[in-house]
């Protein structure tokens, strides 16, 4: 079919088959594509309204074994620059978060091989007590895959105990594309597609938040970008079905490459990577495709803020988080800002700038504040509170 009648039928509301999108992705016109997601968009969700959350990514551990060829962030055990967080560290950043009004951190780390599960439910139940308004979004299917491996457990298992001990979200770091050749080329020793969406199927049974992502660039192909988005349509047709609990949201950016990790080095890196241009046309195909997703996020951190506020009108309706703190992206050359954090005050900008109203949301996208008129730096300042820590206690960290 010709694709000008293909993003007729998905401008009317017809599901495409994966053969229909994939026409459409490498044939559709950039600019008419732009406009139909948008309109999909403002359909979808609240056309006024640009959410954005306030959080902040943790890194408790940079310690890995998995060799990711895209990775700057990881150290291997024993190296001199691993790490491991204690409490004290991870209360002062979620302390940092409260005085900016934030309501959720986002606590990812590597497959470190000896951690044991009593650590995670231990540092879960302790900030669910301490910080009992913070969503705690932490880990990601091969994290959870890690710890069931080191425990001999199922991952079912797994995310039961730790959802006991206080996790309210699975995020869906990890999913790059789900494709297993893809796979097993970047990153062999990571896990494979379906163990990634079976770990997704196990949180969602379980109520849990969930997110779903793709990053682009890797030397894959358009059909295999086109299958692993099918296959998280699928899971989420299931799972809605089932439970009427899928992925809040889609998120998508592009690899990021630096002569810090393997890719960035690689003599075939002039095959990885994706432009501004692809990443929009992404952006509104993915809109486009994945008709049972709500919510969008345009990436900042990663296409920098022109590229990001063009998103908001090509099918994206979230402007991500403040990130407060983020240690994975910002180690490979993120094209614009080595640091990635962004006070309230800028992040309303780029959203009135791109026309709309920013309204600050919670991790599964209900609304926490509407932001009907601009406010000023002062007014969205941070403002400190109390320490909840006990500051007579050792500071609890290893590597
Ligand atoms: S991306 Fe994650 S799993 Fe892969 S090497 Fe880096 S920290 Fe490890």
Redesign the pocket.
Known sequence: MNPNDILKKAANGERLTPAAGLELYAEGDHEAMLAVAHQLRLQRTDPAVVTYLVDRNINYT?V?????Q??S??RIPGHSESYVLGKHEIGAKVEELLAWGGTRILM????HPDLRIEWYEEMLRWLKSTYPEIELDCF?P??IENIAHIENMSMETVLERLHEAGLDGLPG??AEILDDDVRKRI?PK?TETEVWLHAMRIAQRLGMVTSATMVIGFGETLEQRVASLTRLRDLQDESLAAHGNGFTAFIMWTAQLSETNSMGRSRHRHKYGANFDEYLHTNAFTRIYLDNFSNLQASWPTQGLDTARRALTAGANDFGSTMLEEN?VSQAAAYTEREPRMSVHRLHEQIRQAGFVPAQRDSRYCIVRNFDHAMSQEELAPRPIPTRLDVTQAPVASS
Do not use: R
């Open positions: 940079n890995c074994t998995t060799d990711c895209f990775c962030f990881y990812q780390g590597g497959h990601s091969s994290e770091g990890g990153s990571k994975v």
